[in-house]
């Protein structure tokens, strides 16, 4: 792979022009595209197989006027009692008429007909229907439904819509551009070169750019949840700096060894760029693995995430040459090119398409200079202490991962949402007139095979609901035209998201579970989101074991050894445990919530711990292979097991550092933003780079390579002949090079 990374890098300079042009080319394609093609995203988390979903489908099918989106209007009087006087009835009832009138309405319930009213006579619940799910509620029917009322708030009420139907696509503003400033910061830092800094940053944007708007025109074809795009942004950021970051970095290094620049691109691309190739591919593989679990909207966000990775790796490799063809030598500091100029022969400002094949130095030393770094101080510092090392490294991830067993899982819901936004507007006044389990309802179908059958079943459905432990009322049935399907609504006492109001769920299904001649089936919003939470918890135990089991072979393929992948994996585990626990502490438990902006601590996303899991993998093994390819690089040439350690860690120290603090920059960008869930990925991604990047792989990990000595590379003979060369040091690449010209060190 090395020797073919190493053509297509020399491809891409010669032919520079030619490559620029075609990526603009592919970039204004994908957002006309995007532009024309771009479809809505989806704010519902539907979940095929659960009885949640086979409810919903059921109401489609034979109750469609009760199968659409539900809003529901919460009115506060001026003062108690108000809403019995007359003139608190004609405010009342206008402001039902006016919503029953709104576009895309069928109808709107008159709380003092159905008795929903709090019993001080103050608050009141206006029950609308709309015809179409809550993701085909267009923006100027939701713009009406959150206007309604202007009247009653004219006189002095609180009107505050709310419901299913609220949402649309989080905003994206100047907070994450917070992110990419401070990336941009630490390129010109480590590099010492705008050009540098900022080439490789107008390389990852283009990336990004046209990984992004491929992403927006397929989603005219492809349901995109909200959060899809957000994942793919963050990722497409951040990996497209990094990937770039190590190929300069590497093409750097190559031109002050003497190479000229066509050769230093190409072998840049070569070895940097094989280790890009692979650790792309460990993130895409963990993103399409999601697949597996066979939940839907967790399969389109994975493999949108890894469409924009993998837009990121082909721009790495392919446009990224093309770009240090055209920077030349300014790629370096000032005072760097002449040393670069001097070794190789040639001037800044000459073609470098005629200094292809020039002699140069095919290996690398290590100057006293570079010794002195701090990357050469830190690893002889943990080489030498590493029991102490690996001892309070294991006690302190041991100590951040404690809250992780306390994890609770949950679809986003209004009582977490941004303080000030109409859904938590909404959902406060409900709670505050009457109680958290008014907005957490749940609803309960009852199909029979006929009328008979449904108007029998009713009944029997609404004395085990009543009898049922934590149910605070529940409501008449609504029958469908032709009388085979009743809805009944049942407010718990406790809200959504809270743990006995998961256990009623349970407790309802297992009390109407023998109703005769009829199927009862219990759905809502509370419902659907207690069984994707559910199905989602079942199926992390088995994708965190598909990952391990896949970083121990594809490590085992790189480093032909078998106690680094196992090192690597476990590695990997306390970086996701560690991760969990602080995420838990902040966002659940509330520790620290003021620091990142957090109104409301509450259960977790359902999705972020497997999405975590899947994302973080990829990251981690790409920065295991930087580093430790170096290490068994140096060991193979005959260095030492500790001093390969040593060397590796030096050498490789502060691009893994840049890279980390880019991730984390980007990342933690995104923790600005209002929206609690993205809020709440950025967050625990940038935490996860942190502690993998810094804890895990500058710290422990060097630690138990000058542990393990030569034991680190022992592999046994018959799978060493068993596990195929995919050659990611360009070993192959060097034999290449050796065969075809005399090199002069």
């Known amino acids: 792979m090395a020797t073919l990374l190493y053509r297509l890098g020399r491809g891409a300079l010669r032919r520079r022009r030619l490559v620029v042009a075609l990526w603009l080319v592919v970039l204004v394609a994908a957002g006309l595209a995007a532009a024309t093609l771009r479809g809505p995203t989806a704010s519902n988390f539907t979940m095929p197989g659960t009885e949640s979903q086979r409810a919903l489908d059921l109401l489609a099918d034979q109750f469609p006027a009760a199968s659409g989106a539900t809003g529901t209007i919460a009115l506060k009087a001026p003062a108690d009692g108000q809403l019995a006087t007359p003139q608190g009835q004609a405010v009342v009832q206008e402001l039902v008429q006016q919503a029953s009138t709104l576009p895309g309405v069928v109808g709107a319930v008159n709380p003092l007909q159905v008795g929903a009213v709090s019993p001080n006579g103050r608050y009141a619940l206006v029950q609308v ?249 830190w690893a002889r510092l943990v080489t030498r ?74 009944p029997q459905v609404t004395a085990l609901l009543q009898r049922t432990e934590n149910v605070l009322a529940v409501a008449p049935p609504q029958l469908s035209p032709d009388g085979r399907t009743a809805l009944l609504g049942v407010v718990p006492k406790t809200g959504p998201t809270d743990e006995a109001t998961e256990t009623l769920v349970h407790d309802i299904r297992g009390a109407v579970s023998g109703i005769p001649d009829a199927d009862v089936l219990l759905t809502g919003v509370t419902a659907i989101g207690i069984d994707v939470s559910e199905k989602l918890s079942d199926a992390l135990p088995i994708y965190l074991l598909l990952v391990v089991g896949l970083s121990v072979l594809l490590l085992m393929l790189v480093f032909r050894s078998l106690l680094v992948p196992i090192k690597a994996a476990l590695g990997f585990l306390l970086t996701v445990a560690a991760t969990f626990g602080i995420t838990v502490a ?66 490789g120290a502060r691009v893994v550092t840049a890279a980390a603090l880019i991730m984390i920059s980007v990342f933690g960008g995104f923790v600005f933003l209002e929206d609690p869930v993205i809020k709440s990925m950025g967050f625990a991604l940038a935490i996860g780079v942190a502690i993998d990047a810094f804890v895990v792989r500058m710290t422990i990990v060097p630690a138990v390579m000058s542990l393990l000595g030569d034991r680190a590379w022992w592999l046994p003979r018959w799978l060493n002949r068993a596990l195929p060369n995919v050659d990611i040091e360009g070993e192959g690449l060097r034999t290449h090079l050796e065969d075809r010209t005399p090199t002069r060190v």
């Open 586 to 651: 902040v966002f659940q438990q509330g520790h620290l919530a003021d620091l990142v902006g957090l109104d409301t601590p509450g259960p977790l996303i359902s999705f972020l711990p497997i999405l975590l899991i899947g994302i973080l993998f990829g990251l981690a093994m790409d920065y295991e292979v930087f580093l430790v390819s170096r290490m068994r690089e140096d060991f193979v040439h005959g260095e030492t097991a500790r001093q390969a350690t040593i060397s590796g860690m030096g050498h």
């Open 129 to 377: 229907q709309f015809a179409t799910g809550g993701d085909d509620v267009t923006d100027e029917q939701r713009t009406a439904y959150e206007q309604v009322g202007a009247a009653a708030k004219a006189q002095g009420w609180q009107v505050a819509p709310g419901g299913e139907v609220l949402g649309g696509e989080p905003e994206i503003g100047s907070t994450e551009a917070l992110g990419v400033l401070v990336a941009a910061i630490v390129l010109i830092i480590t590099f010492g070169s705008l050009v540098a800094a900022g080439m490789t940053m107008l390389n990852a944007l283009i990336g990004v750019g046209a990984g992004m708007a491929g992403l927006f025109a397929l989603s005219g074809v492809v349901q995109l949840t909200s959060t899809a795009p957000i994942l793919a942004l963050m990722l497409g950021l951040a990996v497209g700096i990094d990937y770039s970051l190590f190929i300069t970095s590497r093409h750097r290094q190559n031109l002050l060894d003497g190479l000229s620049p066509e050769e230093a691109v190409g072998r840049a691309v070569g070895t940097a760029g094989s280790a890009v190739v692979f650790a792309g591919a460990t993130v895409v593989i963990a993103l399409a693995g999601l697949a597996v679990v066979d939940i839907p909207f967790l399969t389109v966000m994975g493999l949108a995430a890894a469409g924009t990775v993998t837009v990121a790796v082909l721009v790495a490799i392919t446009l990224q040459p093309a770009l240090l063809g055209f920077a030349g030598r300014r790629v370096l500091p000032r005072r760097l090119r002449s040393v670069a100029t001097a070794t190789d022969g040639t001037t800044g400002d000459e073609d470098d398409s005629d200094v292809t094949d020039r002699p140069a130095a095919t290996t690398t030393t290590t100057t006293t200079e570079e010794r002195n770094r701090f990357g050469f101080r």
């Open 385 to 458: 202490f590493r029991v102490p090392v690996i001892l309070v490294g294991l006690l302190g991830l041991g100590l951040l991962a404690l809250p992780t067993p306390d994890m609770r899982l949950a679809l986003p819901g209004a009582a977490t949402a941004a303080v000030g936004s109409p859904a938590r507007v909404a959902n406060d006044l409900t709670v505050e007139g009457f109680g958290a389990g008014f907005t957490g309802r749940l609803a309960v179908v009852v199909a029979g095979d006929t009328p008979q059958a449904t108007s029998a079943a009713v």
